[in-house]
């Protein structure tokens, strides 16, 4: 069965450094898609970034980056130059090929930035 | 201002009453979905919705009750809750089945449910 980890529930940066959120999945499948997406407290789920396990490099989106090893089966987000406006909760999320749309989700990390 | 949109935002509930969650989507998508949160636990897929037709039901207990009357809404009616099922409520939508890959999934605000 799928399954999403994140291990760390809450993580402190400083404004400006770079942070990186860690993120394990376990599959069977070969093709598969992995998500990572932002909740502010506003409490609405923001999509951030996304890796194709077939994709040869790995993605970015502005100050997002995604650090996919696949033989590792991680998908870490990491965001440079770290903003105040970058706190919130971050999830990573899969999604398997087949069948009707579905996002499979971990637990998140708490994501503080302080000036 | 977000595609989906969820009523109300905050609910606050005795186990005894009946109350219902609105969610709508105006991205003209045609799946949609209920995902529970609750704190320090992954986020629960609860119903899926493809072209109206429900397709997905993980194992809800039958106090949650879906309804998708169109593709633009769903429904999530309550009734006779228990204390444990005081979380957040996200609603999502997409395009529906074999849809590329990288498609995402737009999520609304969510509903925070406190259940006395």
């Known amino acids: 069965a799928q399954k999403i980890t994140q291990t760390q529930p809450g993580m402190f940066v400083q404004e400006k450094e770079a942070v990186t959120l860690d993120c394990t999945y376990d599959?069977?499948?070969?093709?598969?898609?992995l998500f990572w997406y932002k909740q502010p407290s506003s409490g609405e789920m923001i999509f951030l970034i996304y890796q194709g396990s077939y994709d040869q490099q790995n993605a970015t989106e502005g100050r997002y980056s995604l650090n996919f090893q696949k033989a590792r089966k991680s998908a870490n987000l990491v965001i440079s130059a770290s903003q105040l406006g970058d706190s919130a909760m971050y999830f990573c999320?899969?999604?398997?090929?087949?069948?009707?749309?579905?996002?499979?989700f971990g637990t998140g990390t708490r994501l503080q930035v302080f000036p | 201002e977000t595609g989906v949109t969820q009523t109300p935002r905050h609910l606050v509930m005795g186990m005894t009453n009946k109350k219902s969650l609105k969610c709508e989507q105006h991205l003209g998508h045609n799946a949609m979905y209920w995902y529970k949160q609750s704190a320090k636990k992954p986020l629960e897929l609860m119903f899926v919705y493809n072209f109206k037709e429900q397709t997905e039901n993980n194992s809800v207990p039958s106090r949650f009750s879906p309804e998708c009357p169109n593709s633009s809404h769903l429904f999530l009616h309550l009734h006779t809750l228990q204390p444990e099922d005081s979380a957040l409520y996200l609603c999502?939508?997409?395009?529906?089945?074999?849809?590329?890959?990288?498609?995402?999934?737009?999520f609304g605000q969510g509903t925070r449910l406190t259940v006395v």
């Open positions: 999502a939508s997409s395009q529906a089945d074999r849809v590329p890959m990288n498609t995402e999934a737009f």
């Open positions: 599959t069977s499948d070969p093709s598969y898609g």
């Open positions: 999320a899969m999604r398997e090929e087949g069948g009707f749309y579905k996002l499979i």
